[in-house]
């Protein structure tokens, strides 16, 4: 079997350091607001805005990126002892990424709609957004964040011990996917969770080429 080859694999893994300032410029331009709670007319003004839906944008393509850097560290893990592992890690990235993508659909294009709606009078609507957060969302949301974080422990497993990248780069991969799937509505705790990507990620690049040089 022919491996790709190290700069490809390089490419990949540093779609996560920049999936994590993606999503921390995609946080700051959101005004880190979430669900409509407390001041609804803060809120319906900061989703209204042009800046929240470039920030939506900006945090989809976060999500979506790392797709690329699941992949390339399961070739760097495959050919170590942590294969099995390792792809079973892929797996549940792979699907813990995808069912929540339609929550961050929902956000994007009907938060803007309903803020606006309400700065024009409709000051029920907003509720709306809360209900399907918390509501039928959860189908997939609630899967998808175990898929995650079983796939950010796999790897982490994985990298502990195959020795193929730095344990602590493998630690904080897995700090990332609990925080980043189940902190959904604080800020501090998803900003955190992409300081973690922007480190474990630094650390399996680094990891790569000393192993390689």
Same mark, same amino acid.
């Given at each position: 079997?022919?491996?790709?080859?190290?700069?490809? /694999?390089?490419?990949?893994?540093?779609?996560?350091?920049?999936?994590? @300032?993606?999503? #921390?410029?995609?946080?700051?331009?959101?005004?880190?607001? !979430?669900?409509?709670?407390?001041?609804?007319?803060?809120?319906?003004? @900061?989703?209204?805005?042009?800046?929240?839906?470039?920030?939506?944008?900006?945090?989809?393509?976060?999500?979506?990126?790392?797709?690329?850097?699941?992949?390339?560290?399961?070739?760097?893990?495959?050919?170590?002892? !942590?294969?099995?592992?390792?792809?079973?890690?892929?797996?549940?990235?792979?699907?813990?990424?995808?069912?929540?993508?339609?929550?961050?659909? @929902?956000?994007?294009?009907?938060?803007?709609?309903?803020?606006?709606?309400?700065?024009? !009078?409709?000051?029920?609507?907003?509720?709306?957004?809360?209900?399907?957060?918390?509501?039928?969302?959860?189908?997939?949301?609630?899967?998808?964040? /175990?898929?995650?974080?079983?796939?950010?422990?796999?790897?982490? #497993?994985? /990298?502990?011990?195959?020795?193929?990248?730095?344990?602590?780069?493998?630690?904080?991969?897995?700090?990332?996917?609990?925080?980043?799937?189940?902190?959904?509505?604080?800020?501090?705790?998803?900003?955190?969770?992409?300081?973690?990507?922007?480190?474990?990620?630094?650390?399996?690049?680094?990891?790569?080429?000393?192993?390689?040089?």
């Amino acid at each position: 079997m022919q491996y790709p080859s190290k700069r490809k /694999i390089l490419l990949c893994l540093f779609t996560f350091p920049l999936s994590g @300032v993606l999503a #921390l410029v995609a946080l700051f331009l959101r005004k880190f607001v !979430g669900l409509p709670i407390g001041d609804l007319a803060a809120w319906a003004g @900061v989703v209204a805005s042009k800046s929240y839906l470039m920030g939506q944008y900006l945090y989809i393509l976060a999500y979506v990126l790392p797709f690329l850097g699941f992949w390339a560290l399961y070739m760097v893990l495959m050919q170590r002892n !942590g294969e099995k592992l390792a792809f079973w890690g892929l797996v549940g990235t792979l699907v813990g990424t995808g069912l929540p993508l339609t929550t961050l659909g @929902v956000f994007a294009y009907a938060s803007p709609a309903l803020g606006k709606l309400y700065l024009q !009078g409709d000051t029920h609507l907003p509720q709306v957004i809360t209900d399907i957060a918390m509501g039928s969302s959860m189908v997939m949301g609630l899967p998808g964040a /175990i898929f995650y974080v079983s796939g950010c422990l796999l790897f982490g #497993l994985a /990298i502990w011990r195959s020795g193929a990248l730095t344990r602590w780069s493998g630690v904080l991969f897995t700090l990332h996917g609990l925080l980043v799937a189940f902190g959904f509505g604080s800020p501090l705790m998803l900003a955190l969770s992409w300081f973690l990507l922007i480190a474990s990620g630094t650390g399996f690049i680094l990891g790569v080429q000393k192993k390689t040089a």
